[in-house]
């Protein structure tokens, strides 16, 4: 695929991705981890964002820097933050993307 048909199709990814999620809520700062999780430290980055948080305004330094963060979410920290996720995981253009990896075991841990 030309380079610029390969933009023209990760945007319009990335537009089914916002209009996918635009209605999802944020769960608030002390309602992201998971019920089996019990190191809060693994999110404590998502925690300080604030309470009014929209997913597209998390910082990619927070994601790269916090990409195991979604094993240890709760199922509404996860449907929130995933779309971060799979947004920044389509700008990657590095091989090792550990958003992009991660992300890709979180949505199919089996394959």
């Not at 944020?26 to 300080?48: K, M, R, V």
């Not at 509404?76 to 991660?102: K, P, Q, W």
Request: hydrophobic share 40%; charged share 20%; with cysteine.
């Amino acid at each position: 695929m030309k380079n610029n048909q390969f933009v023209a199709h990760t945007q319009a990814v990335e537009r089914q991705i916002e209009i996918a999620f635009e209605n999802v809520q944020f769960p608030g700062g002390d309602n992201l981890l998971h019920p089996h999780s019990f190191d809060e430290s693994e999110i404590a980055d998502f925690q300080n964002l604030g309470y009014d948080i929209d997913w597209a305004a998390v910082p990619d330094s927070v994601l790269e820097t916090n990409y195991g963060a979604l094993s240890f979410f709760n199922a509404e920290a996860f449907r929130f933050f995933i779309a971060a996720y799979m947004r920044h995981s389509l700008r990657c253009t590095d091989r090792g993307c550990n958003v992009l990896a991660f992300c890709l075991y979180c949505l199919n841990p089996d394959g």
